[in-house]
């Protein structure tokens, strides 16, 4: 008999104990507050800032321009875009023109892996969604944009839609049916890296991004 | 008998171990500290007290209702990791799992693992094993780091390193860290830590992780952490080998949102953790990174002892967050080190026994003053007070057939049992009762002033010159 069997054998040699099965959807609609999208917006900002992310509110049309301001700000002047995404193509379009240059991720890791590691300071990827009772971003990595451009660079920028805001975890992943769909590596980002494992002092940027910055697309003003 | 890890120091060590932390008060201030500290992030987090509590009914509720249909939800998990690319291997005992996982390293040829935080494999002694073998096995998570190049093992199943201060880590760093000068600044550390580990995960050829969660419906992998080391581990070496104890199923995808909540919460006080890392396949065709092949070991090593009786089954609800060793008095004061097995404080005193077998530890469950704090932190409502008193039972009762536990009855002694059962027939009989405090009366002052342990710490005992019954009469 393999180990697999023996275990199994022995587990199902053991009584069965039923239980009921739990009411999570029950939990969630009598215990969690139920917000509308200004409230959602304002709870995810609240949340995600008190992790130590930075957030701007943009225009659909203004984002560009405060992506600028922020590497500015930063003395940024590489981005790792991802081409084959609209967000991608607008930055490759635009950022070049002042000044800053644009890497893709157009090859395998395999490929350039020392250069990921060593000499990109900074991603820009987008958020599919994002959960305001916790400030956390719902991260969808794909082949357009890898799962290693929200982690390896230092400082991360991710475009989030506002009105793609859910109230809860459990919210999101009922309403997008994640059950038929997940992908290789779903990821949820509350903040930048961190760690409190020296003497309990928080220290952010432990092994991944040491900046997040999210670039939180609202109404147009 | 399961065999023990290397590292398992024996329980006859414990009071010893023991003692010496308690005798060290820069030790215990040092934990008293730590531990305020996250009983008082975790209280933060749950200010409404009837929230608290239909959540933990939920978090158990989950549980046991996964435990209830373990062996299918084992097949299910199976299936679908193995429909989705990952591959899936049994073990029974931490040898086998170490085979699995050196095997799969020998035939990628690999000579560095890097590991995020993992309990289960320290369990296994996975790093003695890949040592043997000739393969680095470097711990990524900052706290795991430090207690590694200090030779050491972790003293908290969340926070590894809650026994070091900034400075023995600044000295630490400096002796062994190549080029770094001595500077306890927190973040000049984690800096350092940080880049030391980016090379080692760039040049990774095995990349390890644990498990929080596995969704049978989906064939997903769940990892919590706040580092990103576990996603570094998870993404950028070829090769993702998994490993977990084959408790931590849940059937439903919607059966996370509530226990992360609870884990998160009641860990470190965060109301999430920094990521969330849920992988359901390897790198699929067209994707530009991400491992080419995922494994999953499924480790047994006594937990289907623990699932065969329906009190000690709750053992394995456990989501692991530490509460119970934060809020443990005992805990606090002797620190992680001094229980000699992997899990300390009140969740090792219950699963361990099913790890290492009785006869190894069966003081353990004997270090506790029941005062009931693990059971009302724990988010998933373990009964562990009676849990333990279940295991003294196991321990200290004379062996008998078909026992529930390895090592039944263990800790068994016929004069101690010789002297409970004549207390017993004294308390039972009023006659008996009589001549008995009479004797006591007369003859107290022949008790020995030194009465083994218990005047250790206190005086002696010395039955009253009077009786109660006496004293009674002669008042009439
Ligand atoms: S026994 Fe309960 S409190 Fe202790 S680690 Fe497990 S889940 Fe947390």
């Known amino acids: 008999m393999s180990a697999r069997d023996r275990i199994l054998a022995k587990l199902k040699a053991a009584p069965l104990l039923p239980k009921p ?80 240059e644009c890497q893709t991720y157009d090859l395998a890791i395999e490929a350039w892996k020392t250069e990921m590691f060593h000499a990109t300071p900074a991603s820009l990827t987008a958020a599919r969604a994002a959960i305001a009772e916790t400030g956390t971003l719902i991260l969808w990595p794909d082949a357009a944009e890898p799962r290693l451009m929200s982690l390896v660079p230092p400082v991360h920028i991710v475009l989030l839609d506002a009105s793609k805001i859910y109230n809860t975890f459990y919210e999101a992943m009922q309403s997008e049916g994640w059950t038929q769909s997940l992908p290789t590596n779903a990821l949820l980002i509350s903040g930048p890296s961190k760690t409190a494992d020296i003497q309990q002092t928080l220290a952010y940027g432990a092994h991944g991004p040491k900046e997040l910055v999210v670039l939180m697309i609202g109404d147009e003003q | 008998m399961n065999a023990q890890p290397i590292h398992f120091k024996p329980a006859e060590g414990f009071r010893a171990r023991s003692k010496a932390v308690v005798d060290n008060p820069f030790l215990r201030q040092s934990f008293r500290g730590a531990m305020d500290f996250l009983m008082s992030k975790r209280a933060a987090q749950f200010p409404d007290a009837e929230e608290l509590e239909s959540l933990r009914t939920l978090g158990e509720s989950i549980r046991q209702y996964n435990l209830g249909k373990l062996p299918t939800l084992l097949e299910q998990l199976e299936a679908n990791l193995t429909r989705n690319g990952i591959q899936v291997h049994w073990a029974e005992t931490p040898d086998e799992a170490n085979a699995i996982i050196l095997d799969i390293c020998h035939a990628r040829r690999a000579r560095l693992m890097v590991k995020g935080k993992s309990m289960v494999s320290e369990e296994i002694e996975l790093n003695h094993a890949a040592e043997a073998a000739g393969i680095d096995a470097l711990e990524s998570d900052m706290g795991e780091y430090i207690v590694q190049l200090a030779g050491e093992k972790p003293s908290h199943i969340i926070m590894p390193a809650i026994h070091k201060t900034k400075q023995e880590i600044a000295q630490l760093f400096a002796d062994k860290v190549e080029g770094v000068d001595y500077t306890d600044n927190v973040d000049a550390l984690i800096q350092i830590g940080r880049n030391v580990l980016r090379q080692k995960f760039l040049e990774a050829d095995i990349g390890l992780s644990g498990v929080n969660f596995a969704v049978a419906e989906t064939g997903t992998l769940c990892l919590v952490e706040n580092e990103g080391n576990g996603r570094m581990c998870t993404t950028a070496p070829p090769v993702h080998i998994a490993i977990t104890g084959i408790e931590k199923i849940v059937e439903k995808l919607e059966h996370i949102p509530p226990l992360l909540s609870l884990l998160t919460r009641s860990a470190t006080g965060q109301n999430i953790s920094t990521y969330f890392n849920m992988i359901s396949s390897p790198r699929k065709a067209g994707e530009k990174d991400g491992p080419s092949e995922v494994h999953l070991v499924l480790l047994d090593n006594g937990r289907s002892q623990a699932y065969a009786d329906e009190q000690l089954r709750k053992t394995l609800q456990c989501i692991r967050c530490g509460a119970c060793m934060n809020h443990c008095p005992v805990y606090t004061r002797i620190g992680g080190h001094a229980y000699g097995t992997t899990y300390p404080g009140p969740i090792g005193k219950i699963i361990s026994p099913h790890m290492l077998g009785l006869e190894a530890t069966s003081t353990m469950a004997t270090a506790s003053s029941l005062c009931g704090a693990c059971g009302e932190v724990c988010p998933v409502k373990i009964p562990i007070p009676d849990l333990l008193m279940r295991l003294r039972e196991e321990a200290f009762s004379a062996p008998h057939a078909n026992p529930a536990m390895v090592g039944q009855g263990a800790a068994y002694s016929g004069v101690i049992s010789a002297i409970w059962a004549g207390w017993a027939a004294v308390y039972r009989s009023p006659a008996l009762y009589g001549v008995v405090t009479w004797l006591g009366s007369r003859f107290g002052w022949l008790m020995p002033s030194r009465q083994g342990p218990w005047t250790s710490v206190r005086v002696p005992l010395k039955p009253a010159p009077k009786r109660l019954r006496d004293m009674l009469r002669e008042r009439g």
């Open chain 1, 21 to 100: 099965e739990p009411d999570v959807a029950a939990w969630f609609s009598t215990h969690r507050r139920t917000e509308f999208k200004a409230e959602k917006a304002a709870r995810f900002r609240h949340f995600i800032e008190l992790a130590h992310a930075e957030v701007h509110t943009v225009s659909r049309s203004g984002w560009l321009q405060k992506l600028r301001e922020v590497l500015d700000a930063k003395g940024i002047e590489k981005l790792l875009v991802a081409d084959s995404t609209a967000h991608g193509e607008a930055a490759l379009d635009e950022l070049p023109r002042h000044g800053i």
